[in-house]
Nanobody
């Protein structure tokens, strides 16, 4: 069983920064990809950023240059979000592709508002 726990969400003003962290527990392969997705009200869940075990990163066009994904180990990842915009408001979910299976965290709410 794999569990993902996100932390770091909250309310910030436009232009401010926020960092989200995700910790995985359970039987975790060293060869996995971790990522962050988000879902805004009334919209589909979308990929924000992902990082492979090799450190290869992938970003949505809407966050390139503002968000940075990193990982300290096979079991945790950090999403640094700078220059936040109101349109970044969403529930952010951590995801891991582990042995070909996808697991999700429960999500953390990020609200960007003045």
């Amino acid at each position: 069983q794999v569990h993902l726990v996100e932390s770091g969400g909250g309310l910030v003003q436009p232009g401010e920064s926020l960092a989200l962290s995700c910790a995985a527990s359970g039987s975790i392969s060293s060869m996995n990809t971790m990522g962050w997705y988000r879902q805004a009200p009334g919209k589909a869940r979308e990929l924000v950023a992902s990082i492979s075990n090799y450190g290869t990163t992938n970003y949505a066009d809407s966050v390139k240059g503002r968000f940075t994904i990193s990982r300290g180990s096979a079991k945790n990842t950090l999403l640094r979000m700078d220059s936040l915009k109101p349109e970044d408001t969403a529930v952010y979910y951590c995801n891991i592709d582990n042995y070909g299976l996808n697991y999700w965290g429960k999500g953390t709410l990020v609200t960007v508002s003045s």
